[in-house]
């Protein structure tokens, strides 16, 4: 996950939203695999919710060497923090691990090329009950209508089901990070729309590129 990113020593802040969404008593699987992954590493873990962010960088003067966010608040932590700190999500490093990333950033900036009636499909890999704040049925239809002024149909796949729908009807597949999937399963999963050439990309870049700060998410691998 943090391999070429991370080096023995450095501060690693994850940012963490706390919302009716989310699980009680518990951290989310991408936020418990990347602690571990800090950890491993030999870096130092710091895990923050959004609203303690500016008193955690401000009051407590620490400068962290990356900052991991849940894509959700994107647009809040890279308006929060310097624009100095190197700044990613949890969805954008599961993406280069386990999804075809370079396609991902190709198909990315479709999202500009939408036109009214254009049918998205969100492809989901875990089969949790959605919420009304759910990431891929509420919060990331409606930040792309309201970012290309279209008028947009979203239909969202759960796990490994069969999608129904002939995909040479949809404009776009969005996939989800696939932290309850294998890297295997994200590829063979996106390999029909690749082959028919229909433009990919995965939630957390689609929330950067819509709040413009897609650039400051993948620099980090460069």
């Known amino acids: ?40 590493r030999d870096c130092v873990c710091c895990t923050v919710k959004e609203t303690e962010l500016e008193y955690v960088l401000k009051d407590k003067g620490i400068k962290p060497d990356l900052v991991i966010t849940d894509s959700q608040v994107f647009d809040f932590v890279n308006r929060t923090i310097p624009a100095d700190i190197p700044l990613t999500s949890f969805s954008v490093l599961l993406a280069r691990l386990k999804g075809n990333f370079e396609a991902y950033l190709k198909g990315t900036p479709y999202l500009d090329k939408l036109k009214d009636g254009d049918k998205v499909l969100m492809l989901e890999s875990c089969t949790h ?14 930040w792309i209508r309201k970012y290309t002024g279209r008028d947009l149909s979203f239909e969202a796949v759960s796990g490994l089901d069969r999608i129904k729908t002939p995909l040479t009807e949809y404009a776009m597949v969005i996939q989800c990070g696939g932290c309850v999937a294998t890297a295997k399963q994200i590829r063979s999963r996106l390999l029909p729309a690749l082959e028919n050439n229909i433009p990919v990309s995965n939630y957390g870049l689609c929330i950067a590129y819509i709040h413009g700060i897609f650039s400051r998410a993948v620099d980090v691998f460069k």
């Open 1 to 40: 996950l943090l391999e070429d990113i991370v080096k023995k020593g450095d501060v690693v802040l994850l940012v963490t939203p706390i919302d009716s969404s989310a699980p009680k008593g518990r951290m989310i699987l991408p936020q418990v695999q990347m602690t571990r992954e800090v950890l491993d």
């Open 129 to 142: 009950q959605p919420t009304c704040e759910d990431i891929g049925r509420v919060k990331l239809p409606n």
